[in-house]
């Protein structure tokens, strides 16, 4: 088990360049800019980080609607490295009410710092600036806060009853914000929970929150809790509010019923007979221990990794030079690089180094037709390939041997690995976990059925990493990440959690292979880990592992 372990790690360079701390960033801004004199803003705040020269996406907050100061709840977790100058942009955009893609947004400023400087002044605020010029008097504010070693998480549900009602023609629409009282007296906000319309005893979706969010993991810290009525100009009306502690809370775990009278400081001086503006309950209350990528790892957990490639006839003829799919003699062609980049860190975390290898897009012997899913070494009762050497060696020698055709469907191969990966899934174990490797020239023509089929993924223990070859325009492909940061299926129903990486090679190609396999791995821990939390699963513990499961050397 270590020397596996250790190999991984050192390929992944935990050992050499560790992360000193993860730090979580909070973004307000203030006087932000009116689209028009007749409507506010619909903000929206994306992260961006650089690597290589490029701003990448790692994360977007919600959206709040009709608001020119917002604060958002929406925490953005990052890896901070100390010898590293890690640089960020922050991009405000106005999301329309019909719309939360970020092609149809006004982009109202962004501001660029380095994570350095909002650790060492812990708030920074700079003015927002719009192709160079301020924005108005638009600024934006960032909080940095050092995660501490607890990692565990906390899950919390509320709901209420008898409310103010607030509104003339129906019922208050209700919803809760929970802010933490720092040490200094400012607020930082935890979480705010969705709006009940016209309902004066609402029950809120239960949410998840990190115990260094909610109360620093001090469980005596005063928290304080507002219900407001919501108003779509973004001028709510205040409810009522009360405090309380995790500590208190957390008698709700031991069957004692949790309620605060939810208090409205003004009725109390003026009006005599004022009891309450409502009562909010604490409906549940359960603390989730939260284990790491390693934990899953030492405990036995197996990547299982499968690679898929791209034979459409937009490859270009193999023979030629021109090719995407050349074999030159001495310089591996851009399918080679990625497969081989990404795929020797893969094998790190798989014992049997057997890897099974499909095509699609190309007709394929004996009788031609054309295949979305065959073996490339054309076994398919047995598509493995012994290591990634096996997997190279599987695809060269493929190549003669098929017509390269069309069209570039990917639902297949996905639906393929996600069989495999269910069937992992009901033993309820964290043995194996299916990363799936799509290497492909163009965008995909398959696009309802491929998000279809990675809606169904998302519930399952499996990751998809889309790495686009060649300099086709793959824009479209962003889609995969969905409009709203959420890829939706063509029904409408979102994904349980997000599973897709979509990588464009050209980004990379005067980079080492350690950057692409970096940029394209580097959300899999996390994945791995919020699969097996979300199911409740625990790692295997070593002694358990080691007496089910023999390492080849």
């Not at 901070?80 to 991009?91: A, G, H, S, T």
């Not at 975390?349 to 099974?356: G, I, L, T, V």
Request: hydrophobic content about 35%; glycine content about 6%.
């Amino acid at each position: 088990m270590s020397n596996i372990y250790e190999s991984a790690a050192t390929t992944l360079g935990l050992f050499n360049s560790p992360c000193l701390t993860k730090v979580e960033l909070r973004v307000a801004c203030k006087g932000i800019s009116d689209r028009d004199a007749l409507s506010k803003p619909d903000p929206c705040v994306v992260l961006k980080m650089q690597s290589h020269g490029q701003w990448f996406e790692v994360d977007r907050s919600e959206v709040i609607r009709s608001s020119i100061s917002p604060v958002f709840s929406k925490v953005f977790t990052v890896d901070y490295y100390f010898e590293e100058v890690q640089r960020l942009r922050f991009e405000l955009h106005d999301i329309s009410n019909n719309h939360n893609g970020l092609k149809e947004a006004d982009f109202l400023g962004a501001m660029e710092c380095t994570l350095g400087q909002i650790v060492s002044q812990r708030k920074l605020s700079k003015a927002l600036l719009k192709h160079g010029n301020t924005a108005g008097k638009s600024s934006i504010t960032v909080t940095a806060e050092e995660l501490s070693g607890n990692d565990d998480y906390v899950e919390l549900a509320f709901s209420a009853k008898k409310l103010d009602d607030k509104d003339f023609f129906s019922k208050s629409d209700p919803f809760l914000e929970i802010f933490r009282v720092n040490d200094d007296g400012t607020l930082s906000l935890v979480h705010r929970t969705e709006t009940i319309m016209n309902n004066l005893n609402p029950v809120w979706k239960s949410f998840k929150v990190s115990l260094n969010t909610l109360c620093s993991g001090d469980q005596e810290r005063e928290l304080k809790s507002i219900v407001w009525d919501w108003d779509s100009n973004g001028k709510h009306d205040f409810i009522g509010e009360f405090q309380t502690t995790f500590k208190e809370m957390k008698l709700a775990m031991e069957g004692k019923q949790m309620q605060w009278e939810c208090i409205n400081p003004k009725y109390q001086v003026k009006k005599k007979n004022y009891r309450n503006s409502g009562v909010v309950m604490l409906t549940q209350c359960k603390i989730i221990k939260m284990h790491s990528f390693l934990d899953y790892i030492m405990g036995g957990c197996q990547i299982q990794f499968t690679v898929a490639i791209d034979f459409t006839a937009s490859n270009g003829d193999p023979r030629n030079s021109c090719s995407l799919h050349y074999i030159h003699p001495y310089q591996p062609n851009e399918y080679l690089k990625a497969l081989v980049a990404v795929g020797e860190i893969c094998q790190d975390y798989d014992s049997d180094k057997m890897f099974p290898a499909f095509g699609f897009g190309a007709q394929i012997p004996p009788d031609f037709k054309v295949s979305h899913d065959f073996a490339v070494n054309f076994d398919e009762d047995n598509p493995e390939c012994a290591g990634i050497q096996g997997v190279v060696e599987a695809y060269q020698n493929c190549l003669p041997k098929i017509q390269l055709y069309g069209p570039t469907n990917i639902a297949p191969i996905i639906q393929k690995v996600a069989n495999a990966a269910s069937e992992e899934m009901h033993t309820k174990e964290a043995m194996e976990y299916f990363i799936l490797l799509i290497l492909t020239d163009g965008v995909i023509t398959d696009m309802a059925d491929t998000r279809e089929a990675i809606v169904h993924a998302s519930h399952l223990p499996m990751s998809v990493i889309i790495v686009g070859v060649g300099n086709a325009d793959f824009s479209d492909m962003q889609m995969l990440d969905g409009d709203d940061g959420i890829l939706r299926s063509p029904k409408g129903e979102p994904v349980l959690r997000d599973i897709v990486q979509f990588v464009p090679f050209h980004n990379f190609k005067h980079a080492s292979p350690a950057a692409l396999a970096k940029s394209v791995l580097a959300e899999v821990p996390n994945q791995v880990v919020d699969y097996y939390n979300s199911k409740g699963i625990k790692p295997k513990c070593l002694s358990d592992f080691e007496s089910t499961r023999a390492f080849s050397p």
